[in-house]
């Protein structure tokens, strides 16, 4: 299909392990975002890359979070050392460009339980 | 700090009557963007409308209409006739025109339930 795609789409782990999700963005879209869903909450910004300039983390909300971008292709958001706090459905979006006149679009998201 | 409240967690209505879901937001910008997305069961959020805070024409896009008004920082979703397939969580987003990332602050959602 041609919208935004996220794998896994449910990770169980222990906690203390890392985990990895993967985003794939809309082909052509130069902007990606990954959002945090706490249960029963509305998402929080983690992270945002814009091309190949330097991403904004200002949402990261430990140094135990990461994301890398290669260019305008897939995002990996990387977990280290996972907290039973980190559970929560973690959403991707991409968007043609970053700024205000474009719409964003959301993929399916990963849910994260950490045991 | 950008805010957006959403008071109503959950609301229940039958099938066919109308339904409002209110929301409020905080910002100290003069520039800034309004949205609502619609979150079905499946996850995926789906964008329903984008307003800037220098348009407050009232718009109304089949049996959805939105009521902003920058006097009283409201921006409220209004559904005609709602049907069951309108069930889903509904949010309100909030974003400041820094000329960079679309960084958006969401509220709390509204889980709307449209009983047959």
């Known amino acids: 299909g041609a919208g935004v795609s996220q794998s896994p789409s449910n990770k169980v782990t222990e906690k203390g392990k890392d985990v990895e999700l993967r985003c794939d963005p809309i082909?052509?879209?130069?902007?990606l975002y990954w959002y945090r869903q706490r249960l029963g909450q509305g998402l929080e910004f983690l992270i945002y890359?814009?091309?190949?300039?330097?991403?904004?983390k200002s949402g990261l909300p430990s140094d135990r979070f990461s994301a890398e971008r290669t260019g305008e292709s897939v995002s990996t958001l990387t977990i280290q050392r996972t907290q039973q706090e980190d559970s929560a459905v973690y959403l991707c979006?991409?968007?043609?460009?970053?700024?205000?006149?474009?719409?964003?679009?959301f993929g399916p998201g990963t849910r994260l339980t950490v045991t | 700090a950008q805010k957006v409240t959403q008071a109503q967690t959950e609301i229940s209505v039958v099938e066919k009557e109308d339904v409002t879901l209110d929301c409020v937001y905080e910002?100290?910008?003069?520039?800034?963007?309004l949205f609502w997305y619609k979150q079905p069961p499946s996850g995926e959020l789906v964008f329903l409308i984008r307003?800037?805070?220098?348009?407050?024409q009232n718009e109304i896009s089949g049996r959805y209409s939105w009521n902003f008004q920058k006097s009283t920082s409201s921006f409220n979703f209004t559904i005609t006739a709602s049907q069951v397939v309108d069930s889903a969580v509904y949010f309100c987003?909030?974003?400041?025109?820094?000329?960079?990332?679309?960084?958006?602050?969401f509220g709390q959602g509204t889980r709307l339930t449209i009983n047959p």
């Open positions: 890359f814009q091309g190949n300039s330097a991403p904004d």
């Open positions: 307003r800037n805070s220098f348009d407050e």
């Open positions: 987003a909030l974003s400041e025109d820094k000329g960079g990332a679309q960084k958006l602050v």
């Open positions: 979006a991409s968007s043609i460009s970053g700024g205000l006149s474009y719409e964003q679009y």
């Open positions: 082909s052509g879209h130069t902007a």
């Open positions: 910002t100290r910008d003069t520039t800034y963007y």
